[in-house]
């Protein structure tokens, strides 16, 4: 097949504004003392280049930020690259965002209308394909009310259907369908995949994994403005999950790293800090048996229970727990990225268990810090700092030293005589 999209180096780059002038007092000072507005360059694209053939279905994926929507709208056509060049062989139709193009005042059928002339499409052709169109949007007793009436979820399936039916080359989608109840989204999918059995070409973007693995012949990987790689879906999700676990790293140890140096500055044990729009209400430590316990045997097994309540309206939590010496030495340390996920649900309040088979840990006095956070890590809701301190007792090895206690056997084989006594 031949190549259809063509992207060679393109970069784009946006003038932001430092120091901007917040009341007209301000702007007639500036002006009048001289000085500017500082302004500095932002990189939202760096050399990207990469093609796409006919009846390829091609996706894009990364963070928030990534620059996903801006290398769709260079391709679109909405904007312009700052450097570089775009090559495109075919009729391009666009969904970026929601009701894009559409006016609030027109109805659905004006705008209907509109879209198709703009497309390049004669007014005859638009009437002819206009039944198909509302009957495909499901919109049929809103089509004649101005769109500023419709809810986003019928702005998606008049302009979906807007944008498929016009019959582009090459279509591209911005994460609309996140937008659309199942049912619709799904309707979405089937008219994509009929898309490109027609020798059609998709470009979208999309945080839905399974979409991307399941349409897509291959994906585009883009961190910080960068392409990091472009290949076959799997590979390319794969990447994709390692960037956002290293991301998730970086941003937690960021976060973690300032609570904890607050708890260590206020020189006490027992800090509690954060926002508390969800809360830790108590922590329990049970033995195998189920029962309350506050201490417990070199490599027995143990129980926590982490009681916590939503106080404020929140979409996710995340979980981190970490057990320190009395030195605040990190013993060990984990976090569940989100409730959700992990668990299936979220309630107003519940507990938490984490279970311990055997803790290897040499007598003495240990704490765990535990924090709720949100699965961003940008900040913290409720973080508990050497609050919950726990006991461990036993007999301590000779000789030992460290965190753990190991289990040794020590044995030797002679080689050939004795030497000992010479």
């Keep these: 097949m031949s190549k259809v999209l063509i992207l060679e180096s393109v970069s784009k780059s946006f003038s932001v504004q430092r120091n901007r002038p917040l009341t007209i007092r301000e702007l007639l000072v500036q002006s009048l003392l001289g000085r500017e507005s500082k302004k500095h360059t932002v990189w939202a694209l760096r050399d990207i280049s990469f093609s796409v053939r006919q009846g390829e279905v091609l996706g894009i994926i990364g963070h928030n930020g990534a620059g996903k929507s801006t290398l769709l709208r260079l391709i679109s056509g909405v904007s312009y690259p700052t450097r570089g060049c775009i090559k495109r062989f075919g009729r391009i139709g666009s969904l970026l965002e929601l009701g894009t193009g559409f006016h609030p005042d027109m109805t659905g059928r004006e705008n209907l209308l509109t879209a198709g002339i703009l497309n390049g499409l004669t007014s005859r052709q638009v009437k002819m394909l206009e039944e198909e169109i509302v009957e495909f949007s499901e919109l049929r007793e809103f089509i004649d009310q101005p769109v500023r009436t419709y809810s986003s979820g019928m702005y998606l399936r008049l302009a979906f259907s807007v944008a498929i039916h016009f019959d582009p080359d090459i279509l591209v989608v911005d994460e609309v369908l996140a937008v659309g109840d199942l049912r619709f989204q799904q309707k979405c999918l089937e008219r994509f995949r009929a898309f490109k059995n027609?020798?059609?070409?998709?470009?979208?973007?999309?945080?839905?994994?399974?979409?991307v693995k399941n349409l897509c012949d291959e994906v585009v990987v883009l961190e910080e403005g960068r392409m990091v790689m472009k290949g076959d879906p799997q590979n390319a999700i794969d990447c994709y999950n390692e960037l956002m676990r290293e991301r998730t790293e970086r941003q937690k140890a960021r976060v973690f790293g300032k609570v904890e140096e607050q708890a260590v500055l206020a020189g006490k044990r027992g800090k509690r800090l954060g926002t508390h729009e969800a809360v830790i209400t108590d922590v329990c430590f049970y033995d195998t048996r189920g029962r309350a316990i506050s201490g417990l045997g070199s490599g027995e097994g143990l129980t926590v229970e982490l009681k916590y309540r939503i106080v404020k309206p929140v979409g996710d939590l995340a979980l981190i727990l970490g057990i320190y010496d009395e030195g605040n030495t990190k013993c060990f340390e984990t976090h569940i990225p989100s409730f959700r996920e992990t668990f299936g649900f979220l309630g107003k309040q519940g507990s938490i268990f984490c279970s311990?088979?055997?803790?290897?840990?040499?007598?003495?006095?240990?704490?765990?810090?535990?924090?709720?956070?949100?699965?961003?890590?940008?900040?913290?809701?409720?973080?508990?700092?050497?609050?919950?301190?726990?006991?461990?007792?036993g007999k301590r090895l000779p000789h030992a030293s460290g965190i753990v206690s190991l289990n040794l056997v020590w044995s030797a084989c002679n080689g050939n005589e004795d030497v000992a006594g010479r």
Aim: avoid cysteine; aromatic fraction near 18%; proline fraction near 10%.
């Design 356 to 393: 311990i088979p055997e803790l290897p840990l040499l007598p003495g006095r240990y704490y765990l810090n535990l924090g709720l956070y949100p699965p961003d890590w940008n900040y913290v809701y409720d973080y508990h700092w050497q609050m919950h301190g726990i006991d461990v007792v």
């Design 198 to 211: 027609a020798g059609k070409t998709l470009v979208f973007t999309s945080h839905s994994i399974d979409q």
